[in-house]
């Protein structure tokens, strides 16, 4: 299994661009997770998915922020109108069945945001 | 809100040592926690974890203690080596919730 797929790796933008971050879960898995992580705050959960349905959006910065599942095993995080503060590095993780209490994360490897 | 919180941010130890990383949480309704390791350039991983009903749980080079009582986790590394470097996040469910919630972490350095 080629695990969580993230892209692109890295992303230099300007202000006021829009920025698509994208994730492939891990085949048969059925819960996605966006987070992100600065030195400031650590690691931030954004966005929680359940079976393709948002469950918990409460991290969301604002509604510059959106985040989708046009299908059960992708995702996409994007950023209109982005700035500088969005300088993060932004994970993906997905979890087998997001309905146990005692399942462990997957992550990628995440997506370094730049914007300048 | 409670949170998850290390006691060291950093850790250097030299290779071949023992390194105990600790994590204090203060959510006594958690009852699921693990131990993560994230090296630079990835995402963190998976090392180990433990349920609430347990007091300590073995992995190959790595344990995992658990108090309850004074609401304390601890990640043992036998025989640190430089491969070990990177920094350890503990995380914790709390019951009926699935979303983890994260400590800061704090960085291993090995010295060889």
């Known amino acids: 299994d080629a695990g969580v797929i993230q892209s692109p790796r890295h992303e230099v933008t300007e202000m006021g661009q829009e920025v698509t971050l994208r994730c492939k879960l891990i085949s048969g898995h059925n819960s996605l997770f966006w987070y992100r992580q600065t030195m400031m705050r650590g690691l931030e959960l954004l966005i929680y998915?359940?079976?393709?349905?948002?469950?918990?959006d409460s991290g969301m910065p604002e509604d510059r922020f959106s985040a989708k599942m046009p299908n059960a095993s992708f995702s996409t995080l994007k950023i209109q109108p982005s700035e500088p503060r969005d300088s993060a590095v932004y994970f993906c993780a997905s979890s087998p069945t997001g309905q146990g209490t005692n399942e462990k994360l997957f992550f990628g490897s995440g997506t370094q945001l730049s914007v300048l | 809100g409670e949170s998850v919180g290390l006691h060291l941010p950093t850790l250097s130890v030299q290779e071949g040592d023992n390194s105990i990383i600790n994590c204090a949480y203060s959510?006594?309704?958690?009852?699921?926690f693990i131990w993560y390791k994230q090296e630079s350039g990835k995402g963190p991983q998976f090392i180990i974890d433990i349920r609430s009903n347990m007091d300590k749980r073995q992995g190959q080079r790595v344990t995992v203690l658990l108090n309850k009582t004074v609401k304390h986790l601890s990640l043992q590394i036998a025989a640190t080596q430089p491969g070990d470097s990177a920094v350890y996040f503990c995380?914790?469910?709390?019951?009926?919730?699935?979303?983890?919630?994260f400590g800061r972490g704090t960085s291993l350095i090995v010295h060889p």
């Open positions: 998915f359940n079976n393709n349905v948002p469950i918990d």
């Open positions: 959510n006594s309704a958690s009852d699921y």
């Open positions: 995380a914790e469910n709390t019951g009926g919730s699935y979303i983890p919630t």
